[in-house]
C-alpha cells in the first residue's frame, strides 16, 4: 500500500464488483474500490482515500467504455444514493449480482455448489410498491445522498410508483401551504419526518405521514392534498414518532382519513398489509422469488414445515398450499396477527402461527418434539444467529430452504449449518431490486446422513 498516494493518478483495468457495486481494480496487488467503474474497462484513476488494506479511487478517465456501459437514464443518479447500478445495462448488473452471490457462497460459505442461474425482472423500473421519503430540514423531501443524511430532492424517481412520488410532492405543498415545519435531525426540532406510501397491485395506495409529534395543523387538509395527487389513495395516517435516531417509525398510528391497510395479492393469496408490515417491495419479483423457494422445497403434501422470520404469513401460507401442516414464527405481534388474518382470509386452516424470537421459537418446539421435514428462513439482513441454527440442526429436519436478502451473511451462516451436518445442494438468485447492489438468493441444504 506504501505506493498508493492520495491524489496520484493511475492506470488500471478494472476487474469486477465490491459488494458495495463499486468497480474493482488491482494495483501491484492492493485493491482500489471505484464508483461507477464498469468491468473489463481500462480507467485513469486518482487515488481519494489510503485505507488499511485497500484504496478508494474516481475516475479520471476511460480508455475505451465498455460495450456493457449505460448512460443513466435518472437525472439524481450519483447524487441520490439509492442507485448503485444505473451506469451498467442490466444483463451486466444481473451478471454481477450472480458473480456475487457466488463469491459469498465460495468464499465465506466455504462450497463449491454453483448458483444456478439469476432471475431477472421483466420490468425494472417502478416496481417499488413501499417507499420512504426522508423530509430535510429544508423542507426537502427526496432521498439520502450516499453515506449522508443530506436529503438530495426528488420529483420522480425511476424505482418508485407514480403514485408514491406524487403523493409525497403532494406533503410537500401542503407543507408551503400551510408552514408545517420540516424536522431537523440535528436538533429534534419540527414536525414532519418522512412520507411513507404502500402501493399495491391494483394502483391503489397507502399514505403515512412520520411526526415529530401527535398530530399536525390542517389534517384535513392533508388528506386533501394526497387524494387530489394521487386519486387512488385509500388511507391517510400519520405516525408519531419523537424518538431521536434513524428509525423510521414510531409505535403509534392515527387514521385521518380512510382506512389503515391495503390489500394485495400474491402468489394467488390475499394479503392484509398495515403500514409496518413486511411484504417484499417488489411484488412480482417476489412471486419469482417464493416460487423458486417452493420449487427447492420439493413438498408432496405430507410434510410439517416451519417457517421462521415468517412477518404477515406469505412463505407460510404459500407452504400450507403444498405441505401437511404449516408453522409460521415472527416476533413482531401484529405481524403474527395479519398472518392469522390473511390465513382464514384464506380458507387456510392447516397453518398456525406463534409470537416470539426465532431462536426461542426454534428452541420451543424442538424441545416439544416437533420434527419438521422441512424449515424455512427468510431473516433480516443480519442473518441468522448461531443459537436459531443450532435448534434447526437439533431438530434434525430432511433440507433447509434460506432465503436470504445479503449474500454475506448467507454465506457466513452456510458455513455454520455445514458444520452441523447440512451441505448446500442448490442456489440461485433473484434480482428483487433492479438499479441497487441489493440481490436476494435461495439456496437449499440437506441434511448429511
Not at 482500489?32 to 468491468?39: D, E, S
Not at 443518479?77 to 457466488?102: I, M, N, S, W
Not at 385521518?256 to 390475499?270: I, S
Not at 426454534?362 to 443459537?387: H, M, N, S, Y
Amino acid at each position: 500500500m506504501e505506493h498508493l498516494q492520495k491524489d496520484k493518478i493511475c492506470t488500471g483495468t478494472v476487474e469486477g464488483y465490491s459488494s458495495e457495486g463499486c468497480g474493482i481494480v488491482r494495483l501491484d496487488g492492493a485493491v482500489v474500490f471505484v464508483p461507477g467503474a464498469v468491468r473489463g474497462e481500462t480507467i485513469d484513476l486518482k487515488i481519494t482515500k489510503v485505507m488499511k488494506a485497500a484504496a478508494a479511487g474516481e475516475i479520471v478517465r476511460i480508455h475505451k467504455p465498455s460495450p456493457d456501459r449505460a448512460t443513466p437514464e435518472c437525472p439524481y443518479y450519483g447524487r441520490c444514493g439509492g442507485c448503485d447500478f444505473q451506469h451498467l445495462t442490466y444483463p451486466e448488473e444481473l451478471r454481477a449480482k450472480r458473480q456475487r452471490v457466488q463469491d459469498a457462497l465460495e468464499r465465506l460459505g466455504g462450497t463449491d455448489i454453483r448458483v444456478e442461474e439469476i432471475l431477472g425482472a421483466k420490468d425494472p423500473t417502478h416496481y417499488r410498491n413501499k417507499s420512504q421519503y426522508p423530509v430535510g430540514a429544508d423542507g426537502a423531501i427526496g432521498f439520502y445522498r450516499a453515506r449522508s443524511h443530506q436529503v438530495v430532492p426528488v420529483k420522480r424517481c425511476l424505482i418508485q410508483s407514480a403514485a408514491a412520488d406524487a403523493a409525497a410532492s403532494a406533503v410537500g405543498e401542503w407543507m408551503r401551504r400551510y408552514r408545517v415545519a420540516p424536522y431537523d435531525e440535528t436538533t429534534g426540532r419540527g414536525l414532519v419526518r418522512h412520507v411513507y406510501v404502500r402501493v399495491n397491485q391494483r394502483g391503489e395506495s397507502l399514505c403515512c405521514v412520520v411526526l415529530n409529534g401527535k398530530q399536525a395543523p390542517r389534517e384535513p387538509e392533508l388528506a386533501a392534498y394526497i387524494r387530489a395527487a394521487a386519486p387512488r389513495t385509500v388511507g391517510v395516517l400519520v405516525n408519531t414518532n419523537t424518538r431521536r435516531g434513524n428509525v423510521v417509525l414510531g409505535e403509534r398510528y392515527r387514521t385521518v382519513w380512510g382506512q389503515d391497510f391495503l390489500m394485495d395479492t400474491l402468489c394467488g393469496l390475499e394479503f392484509k398489509l398495515s403500514v409496518p408490515s413486511f411484504y417484499q417491495v417488489n411484488r412480482d419479483q417476489a412471486e419469482v422469488l417464493y416460487g423458486k423457494a417452493l420449487e427447492f422445497a420439493d413438498l408432496t403434501g405430507a410434510e410439517t414445515a416451519l417457517d421462521l422470520y415468517c412477518g404477515i404469513g406469505t412463505i407460510t401460507l404459500c407452504l400450507a398450499k403444498r405441505a401437511g401442516r404449516a408453522i409460521g414464527a415472527e416476533i413482531v405481534p401484529s405481524a403474527i396477527r395479519d398472518a392469522e388474518e390473511n390465513a382464514a382470509r384464506n380458507h387456510i386452516e392447516n397453518a398456525s402461527f406463534f409470537c416470539g424470537d426465532a431462536a426461542d421459537v426454534a428452541a420451543k418446539l424442538e424441545a416439544e418434539g416437533l420434527r419438521p421435514e422441512l424449515v424455512t428462513v427468510d431473516p433480516p439482513r443480519k442473518g441468522l444467529a448461531p443459537e436459531v441454527i443450532a435448534s434447526i440442526a437439533a431438530m434434525r429436519p430432511g433440507r433447509v430452504v434460506y432465503v436470504s436478502c445479503d449474500p454475506g451473511t448467507l454465506g457466513r451462516d452456510v458455513k455454520r449449518f455445514g458444520e452441523l451436518g447440512y451441505r448446500a445442494q442448490r442456489a440461485c438468485a433473484v434480482d428483487m431490486f433492479p438499479g441497487t447492489r441489493h440481490v436476494e438468493s435461495v439456496v437449499r441444504l440437506d441434511r448429511q446422513g
